[in-house]
């Protein structure tokens, strides 16, 4: 499909290369493709290719995505040396390097999560609106404060960054004397997030 596509496009619309600089093109170019790449992957595709090998490598062998696009891209460069000339290759090798990494960084990107702690003393009140509103689980742990010997819990929460702001809002209007910490995490595993067995 994504070769029909390029093949319709190449013919009606007659692209153009934005520059002739082999540097400039490597660098953008590959940043472009591993920002494209990345959205692909969130949605569970490939673009055919080197990118289902580079997806069984990632299945089988536990290898970063990127890093196993680097791996089968470089083979086929590689293998194409003695046809397009060394400097081509090592251009192509360039762009192939910029890519593996980008992707990986990309994909953590769009799988930031927030890991939310929230110090309260109405813990029914805030674990109640994390599942019921935000629609999501929580963990409550028991303690008490080390300054003020008084007994108060601290509720456990993955959320997603627009999930953070709501509960945000709602603790600063419901508990205004509670401490909350964060913590960015590139994945999450489980219900409600990425499948274990992806």
Do not use: W
């Not at 595709?45 to 196993?68: E, Q, R, V, W």
């Not at 945000?168 to 913590?183: G, L």
């Amino acid at each position: 499909e994504l070769s029909f596509a390029l093949a319709i496009i190449e013919k009606n619309y007659k692209p153009v290369a934005f520059t002739n600089n082999l540097m400039l093109a490597s660098i953008f170019g590959s940043v472009l493709l591993a920002f494209g790449t990345a959205i692909m992957l969130t949605q569970d595709a490939t673009t055919g290719g080197t990118s289902i090998i580079a997806k069984i490598l990632n299945k089988y062998a536990n290898i970063d995505f990127g890093k196993s696009l680097l791996i089968s891209d470089s083979i086929v460069v590689l293998l194409a040396m003695y046809t397009f000339g060394t400097e081509l290759a090592l251009f192509g090798l360039l762009s192939i390097y910029l890519t593996g990494n980008l992707i990986d960084k990309f994909i953590d990107g769009f799988n930031l999560s927030k890991q939310v702690m929230v110090f309260t003393t109405h813990e029914k009140l805030i674990s109640d609106y994390i599942i019921n509103e935000i629609d999501k689980g929580c963990t409550v742990f028991y303690g008490k404060g080390g300054y003020t010997g008084k007994e108060n819990c601290v509720i456990l929460t993955i959320l997603k960054r627009s999930q953070f702001i709501k509960l945000k809002q709602f603790i600063r209007n419901n508990d205004p004397e509670a401490f909350i910490t964060v913590n960015e995490t590139s994945e999450v595993l489980g219900k409600g997030f990425k499948s274990l067995e992806n």
